[in-house]
């Protein structure tokens, strides 16, 4: 079955750090582009980073750049996203997706479940 | 960044009924327009694609129109199930933009 399992959520203070982990199964992580998408409570979703297939090409949204690093460990079938300088708006559930890329075509065929960050004091 | 907006925000249709959820981006995006349904609780599903292709696994049902700025999201014959929320996507150039959401509520 093809999968993606995010890990690595949970509450942190303003300024603090956490590390977000998504976990492929089910096909090869290193043919795809993948994304980061997060959703604050009751609000829409909203693009957050992308990265290439083979980690050379990496985007950010501007509200987290500088702040989020993602990377990808293609020997481990695992995404991640490295969030920094956290600040109370960036609590929201965070969904890594798949992207196929197919023919020049982008989009998000395979979701995981999301972990939820809560960013406190 | 090209903005993308969604109407209407809400709808209350039967079953049955055929819904249609309109899409607008602020430039030019040729067919570079997804669609996703999302429940309560759970994470989008792709439904449509490059504006007109349906993913595998959704039923019939569901089409996608559309080029340039305007799109459509049309809901044949509304089904029980298809109550959820409905995001269009950009994905012409980044940063990636979501519309709004429109929530369908099934009378």
């Known amino acids: 079955e093809v999968q993606l399992v995010e890990s690595g959520g949970g509450f942190v203070q303003p300024g603090g750090s956490l590390r977000l982990s998504c976990a492929a199964s089910?096909?090869?992580?290193?043919?795809?582009?993948m994304h980061w998408v997060r959703q604050a409570p009751g609000k829409g979703l909203v693009w957050v980073s992308r990265?290439?297939?083979?980690?050379?090409?990496?985007s950010y949204a501007d509200s987290v750049k500088g702040r989020f690093t993602i990377s990808r460990d293609n020997t481990k079938n695992t995404l991640y996203l490295q969030m920094n300088s956290l600040r109370a708006e960036d609590t929201a559930v965070y969904y890594c997706?798949?992207?196929?890329?197919?023919?020049?075509?982008?989009?998000?065929?395979?979701w995981g479940k999301g972990t939820t960050v809560t960013v406190s004091s | 960044d090209i903005q993308v907006t969604q109407s209407p925000s809400s709808l209350s249709p039967s079953v049955g009924d055929r819904v249609t959820i309109t899409c607008r981006s602020s430039?030019?995006?040729?067919?570079?327009l997804n669609w996703y349904q999302q429940k309560p609780g759970k994470a989008p599903n792709l439904l449509i694609y490059?504006?007109?292709s349906l993913q595998s696994g959704v039923p019939s049902r569901f089409s996608g129109s559309g080029s340039g700025t305007d799109f459509t999201l049309t809901i044949s014959s509304l089904q029980p199930e298809d109550s959820a929320t409905y995001y269009c996507?950009?994905?012409?150039?980044?940063?990636?933009?979501f519309g709004q959401g429109t929530k369908l509520e099934i009378k």
């Open positions: 996507q950009q994905s012409y150039s980044l940063p990636y933009t």
């Open positions: 990265i290439n297939s083979d980690g050379s090409s990496r």
């Open positions: 490059a504006a007109s």
């Open positions: 430039q030019s995006i040729s067919s570079y």
């Open positions: 997706a798949r992207d196929p890329d197919s023919s020049g075509w982008s989009y998000m065929d395979v």
């Open positions: 089910g096909f090869t992580l290193r043919t795809y582009w």
